[in-house]
């Protein structure tokens, strides 16, 4: 059984804790963020998840699960850390339950707050990130949102990725400056 949910203490959750759990399993083993497959059947460092936070708060009729509060995260090299993350799912959780492991049950997933996202060598950084599953899209919004791979960093007000294809986008808004600095090695622009 869960804590009170009013219990201010960190929840932390592991494989099998409740049903919600079925929800994340297939989104966190085929490394959504991390663009990862399988490995195999042998269970490995991808196959588990670690979800901790203040709060859980879940609405089978609505669809979606909310951790809220210190939340973090982790499944093998993805790490999500944010004030709140509420995970929003395609079918009630008596169908998730009876789907394996390899198939999609997430629609997206919304963080809010200090959203910080370390996935494929970068670390992304905003107040407010979106991932839509099925087109494998991730959307940072609020006022310095940035992503970093090494020392280089791509900074704007809004950052759309396209994960399938490698695109990105980045803007601003209200007169703001979209802003890239780049280190390479040999000759640059001189």
Do not use: W
Not at 34 to 48: C, F, K, L, R, Y
């Amino acid at each position: 059984m869960i804590p009170s949910l009013c219990n201010r203490k960190r929840l932390r959750l592991t494989f099998p804790v409740t049903a919600l759990i079925l929800i994340l399993f297939p989104f966190f083993t085929t490394g959504i963020l991390a663009g990862n497959e399988p490995a195999s059947d042998a269970q490995t460092s991808e196959d588990v998840t670690h979800i901790t936070s203040d709060r859980l708060f879940s609405d089978n009729n609505a669809r979606f699960a909310e951790f809220i509060g210190n939340v973090r995260a982790i499944q093998g090299t993805t790490v999500i850390t944010a004030d709140r993350l509420k995970v929003f799912y395609k079918s009630d959780l008596k169908s998730v339950e009876s789907q394996g492991a390899g198939e999609e049950s997430i629609q997206k997933l919304e963080s809010n707050g200090n959203v910080v996202i370390e996935f494929d060598n970068r670390v992304a950084k905003a107040e407010k990130a979106i991932y839509i599953t099925d087109s494998r899209i991730l959307i940072l919004t609020g006022p310095n949102s940035s992503v970093t791979s090494g020392k280089n960093t791509v900074t704007g007000e809004k950052i759309t990725l396209y994960r399938d294809d490698g695109r990105m986008q980045v803007e601003s808004v209200n007169q703001g400056r979209v802003e890239a600095v780049f280190y390479q090695k040999g000759k640059g622009l001189n």
